[in-house]
């Protein structure tokens, strides 16, 4: 069956209603459910082919009907009321993916590690010693965070460079990575990739090197290096809870140094979903750090120290709306900064805050946080701000504390939902908002929380604040930004930016 309809099927199973094949696209992606060789400029028109296809071939033995133009169903789930036709479905089997996984909570007793693991040798010892390792359904395990799926993560470097790529638009990646930037070559190990030669490892190494051939045009004389150690070797491993995708995969870092070969002047691509096939140095070579997915990220932080520290700390999408007279809203994720930002805005630049926290707690007539623990404020504030009324009400009071300051230049810290943001825009008709995101890695923002909270933190614990149902919004906000701050260096720096940023705008201190 192909994997198209095999993914519409699982989604109108699943949602138990028609859909559009545009509506199933984007549930697919954000899902997952797609392998990694999907790729294609229109998979939704891709996808209606093959259902209108098969409903034509099959006729009543089709599992899909047509409830009207471009929206599809399950014959089996169609009501008595539909007019279709009623007949016995053939199901054809499906060759599923089995993937390599490890038990969640295994790696949670062996490893509280976030972030790339440069120091992974004990844990990789034990892994291949207790062999807590599973094989299981990809489709299934793509929507089950009790297993961590293995991915091998390549970079390939040159001396001092790094192979990096853009994804096509339309690979089977996560929403938030489509697009992005990477310098980092692999996927998901199989069970087709343990064999008599690669047992030992349950074929994670056989997969690194499987994936280089498919993904990149190797030279013949690289294809006999990819078993040497030294060419071809272990550097890290990545533990990434911050996301769904993130809680559902473990990545296996390798490095290669590729050959002498003159090919290599201009390296070619292998599959269609690689483009802009470049060799990049980091530590030199004008590129944008915020454009690559977070793991390449990570990658760049750790093994190319020197690329964060050369990287411009802001951007300024939208201008307009930054100058006052306005109000501009800081928005970020738990322990980005932007209390910090918050605190320099208004010292130095005479913004009148206004803490949307503090506004919330005194319409559900609750103490803030701390005095109310976090966990506790995030469970009310989340009844509150979901109920029709919600984002109105907080938009209106935070509007009218705005005006009733006779300011220029009101700051309000904190807004958390698009809804929010969205009601306060409408209520202030003319006046000018701003929105300022600022942005700190998942693994950074664990650490800046600690030191600002002054206590000890479980990562767990952060990460529970920080995935709550209250924050989902902030993270696709910065798409909406009118200026990104990027607080990754440390304080001195992150301050400098600040100050460059309000420069920049044209904003005097006062």
């Not at 069970?191 to 030279?219: C, T, V, W």
Request: charged share 25%; hydrophobic share 35%.
């Amino acid at each position: 069956m192909s994997e198209f309809l095999d993914v519409a099927e699982r989604l109108l199973e699943q949602h138990k209603r028609p859909m559009s094949c545009k509506e199933m696209i984007e549930l697919a992606f954000r899902n997952n459910l797609f392998s990694d060789k999907i790729t294609g400029k229109a998979p939704h028109q891709t996808l209606s082919s093959k259902l209108c296809t098969d409903i034509i071939r099959k006729g009543l033995a089709s599992a899909f009907v047509r409830t009207e133009p471009g929206i599809f169903f399950l014959r089996r789930l169609a009501s008595d009321s539909t007019t279709i036709y009623e007949a016995p479905r053939l199901k054809p089997k499906r060759i599923p993916e089995i993937v390599l996984a490890i038990p969640s909570e295994w790696l949670l007793a062996n490893s509280r590690s976030q972030g790339v693991m440069r120091e992974w040798e004990s844990l990789y010892s034990t892994l291949m010693t207790a062999q807590p390792f599973k094989y299981i359904d990809r489709l299934t395990a793509e929507q089950d965070e009790s297993y961590k799926q293995v991915i091998t993560y390549i970079m390939v470097t040159k001396g001092d460079r790094v192979l990096a790529y853009k994804r096509g638009n339309f690979n089977r990646v996560e929403q938030y990575l489509r697009g992005s930037h990477c310098i980092g070559f692999g996927g998901h190990v199989t069970e087709r990739d343990r064999n008599i030669f690669s047992y030992a490892d349950f074929g994670i190494k056989h997969n690194a090197i499987r994936e280089l051939i498919e993904e990149l045009k190797l030279p013949q004389k690289d294809i006999y290096l990819l078993n040497d150690p030294n060419r071809l070797k272990m550097v890290g491993i990545i533990n990434d809870d911050s996301s769904s995708t993130g809680r559902k995969h473990i990545g296996f870092v390798f490095k290669y140094d590729v050959s002498d070969d003159i090919e290599w002047d201009n390296p070619r691509r292998g599959e269609t979903s690689i483009t802009h096939l470049r060799w990049l140095d980091p530590s030199s070579d004008p590129y944008l750090f915020w454009n690559f997915e977070y793991w390449s990220q990570l990658c760049l932080r750790t093994f190319f120290a020197k690329a964060t520290s050369s990287q411009p700390f802001y951007r300024i999408q939208k201008r307009s709306k930054l100058k006052p007279p306005h109000i501009l809203c800081v928005i970020g994720g738990i322990g980005s900064g932007k209390s910090e930002a918050t605190r320099i805005l208004s010292t130095k630049y005479g913004y009148t805050e206004v803490n949307s926290g503090r506004t919330l707690a005194r319409i559900l007539n609750i103490a803030p946080v701390p005095e109310t623990p976090r966990g506790r404020f995030q469970e009310i504030a989340w009844n509150f701000i979901s109920a029709d009324e919600g984002p109105e009400i907080l938009a209106e009071a935070l509007y009218e504390e705005a005006i009733s300051s006779g300011s220029e230049r009101v700051l309000i810290d904190g807004i958390r939902q698009k809804s929010t943001l969205d009601s306060l825009r409408r209520i202030a008709g003319p006046l000018k908002i701003g929105l300022l995101y600022v942005y700190a890695p998942p693994d950074l923002a664990y650490n800046l929380y600690s030191e600002r909270e002054d206590q000890a933190i479980h990562i767990e614990n952060y990460l529970m604040l920080r995935n709550s149902p209250v924050e989902q919004d902030v993270q696709d906000m910065i798409s909406d930004s009118d200026a990104v701050l990027y607080n990754w260096i440390g304080k001195s720096m992150y301050h400098k930016a600040i100050n460059q940023l309000m420069k920049e705008i044209g904003i005097e201190r006062k």
